[in-house]
């Protein structure tokens, strides 16, 4: 017996019997568009399969060039290219997995000047506008769907997953928003979802009996003139007349204004969803988003709310997430925090994806730990996200280790980060570093400020010292306090308060000083009805009116820079961040210079113009100093010396470039 019996219990499907109910889900990872990137996916792969994952989910494949996500996109349409997928499947078979095929037909979000739509409406999030479908073209895309699903099965899939949710074509065809035809594949809701059944119908008849067909469904589009309720749970029940195995679920067109999966999301906050349409199926329904813990997607299964789990970027942090879970080591799980910054961010800007807590992830041929000759003496200073990635990679390579930590706790400027309203997730990132330095053995030792005396006999030294809040040349600036005196509670603002300097951490403090706290279990409902998601039964695409949350305080932020606020923040969180600013009435100053600080408040100049800020409180959010006095005495000792993390370069510090630089340090020593 288990910790989750639930999730760790295997399910039939069709003829394939999962060994769990764990899903990888599907993510586009950038190795599947080149065929010399196939031995590093086939790795990537089979380092979750050996990990344990019931099914994997491959990212999205076209089944036809009009299809592509981007030029020369990954797409399955011929024996050729189906003969590579050949390492894929064997590579997973090898490690005892299962591995699905996604099609994924890009409609009108393909980046290509040859997009093609249910009509020729562009989408905002692309520029290229898509040329509508003739009915023949229907026609044969449909076919072409069933032919991929037939070449995968050829390659050794053990199933395909039809992507028909976050707004690509699929959804395209179902929502008036995106379908105005007039022939058989519109102008009726029934019409409109022809272009799906026919796809999973062409799809069983090709594929024969017993191959397991997901469909991806939308169950909440959350944009205006989405699918009803009603039509949703009539598509699936279609759907699954036409020949589908499993309803996986989706939630949100790419497009939507509405935050579905970024860390703010509350774990679980779409399972409602759900468990609604699992209750009028007959077939094996999945739930998806924001779900990153054993325990969460155990108690999913357990009290009905689906039949298996997905988790696409959980098991990106951690391969071994299902082993860990099945062993009774829960605790040492790398867990996803939902950050976007080195998945979804690098996706959408053509890059390679990794993960922030796991920079291993998509590079298992490159960065591997390889066990030392000699087990030679390191010391680790300071315990932020950089030290602890290097202490714990040494450590697994064999070194002794020991880790110095001027504070009584570790972490640096996560336990900073993890204070803000919706960035709580980074607090398990914290746990997953103090038990690995556990488990491997680390020595830590909390409240030393290690000096060069203290560091005699170690062979080599990692120093990872971190950054101090910059304190800008201001008139008057003794009257302001630091974004870290702030977020670790030593100073608490009054009513009305300015933030001086508007990159993240001035954003995120904005946010912090303007967040009402939700009353105990209201969590949730507070966070819908503050996004405007609504009973989707009540209305299509589950949108409504927002009804933001009271701000707590009146928040100016203001900058330098005459460029937009928030305009540098990650691609798909970015625009989130700043709708709260905007939600909580946050004023924001750009092109601003400061003139004084006094008992009045703060004085700028804005446009030539004087401008005073009657406020309690400024805080100032200016940036960082590396902290590294202590590399430079090491070295002038002529010590063995590495320097990494904000410690190294203050600017642009941020924890995705400092836990692979502790990483790829001890990968090389
Ligand atoms: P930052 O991004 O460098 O922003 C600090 C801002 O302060 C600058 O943009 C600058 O803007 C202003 N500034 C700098 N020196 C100043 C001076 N002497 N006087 C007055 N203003 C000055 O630093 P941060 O906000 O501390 O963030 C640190 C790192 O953490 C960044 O890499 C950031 O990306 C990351 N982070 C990201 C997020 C997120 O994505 N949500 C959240 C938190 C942190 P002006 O000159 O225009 O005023
Ligand atoms: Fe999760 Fe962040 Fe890693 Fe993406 S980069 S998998 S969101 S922890």
New binding site residues.
Partial sequence: MNDYPHLLAPLTVGDLTLRNRVVMGSMHTGLEDYAWDVPKLAAYFAERARGGVGLIVTGGYAPTKRGWLKPFASELSSRLQAERHKQLTGAVHDEGGAIALQVLHAGRYGYTPFSQSASDRKSPITPFTPAAMSTRQVDRTATAFAHTAALAQKAGYDAVEIMGSEGYLINQFLAERTNDRDDQWGGTPTRRMRFPVEVVRRTREAVGDGFPIIYRISLLDLVEDGQTWEEVVELALLVEQAGATVLNTGIGWHEARVPTIITQVPRGAWTWATQRLRKEMGIPVCASNRINTAELADQLIADGTADLVSMARPLLADPDFVNKAAAGRADEINTCIACN?ACLDHAFANKRVSCLVNPRACRETELVLLPTKRRSTVAVVGGGPAGLSAATSYAERGFAVTLFEKDAELGGQFRL?MRIPGKEEFAETMRYYARRLEVLGVTVRLGVAATVADLEGFEEVVVSTGVEP?I???RGIEHAVS?ADVLNGSVTPGRRVAV?????????VAHWLTHTPSRDGEELDDWLAHWGVGDPSAVAGGLTERRPRTPAREVYL????TSMIGK???KT??WA?RAVLRQSGVEQI?G?S?DLIDEAGLHLTVDGAPLLLEVDDVVV????ESVRHLYDELVAAGRTTHLIGGAAVA????AKRAIEQGLRLAARA
């Fill in positions: 910054q980060a910059r800008p040349e201001i974004y001086i300097g508007a990159g993240g951490i001035g954003v995120d203001v900058q330098r820079k540098d923040l990650g969180s970015g961040h750009s601003a400061y959010c200016t940036g960082q600017a642009e510090l941020d």
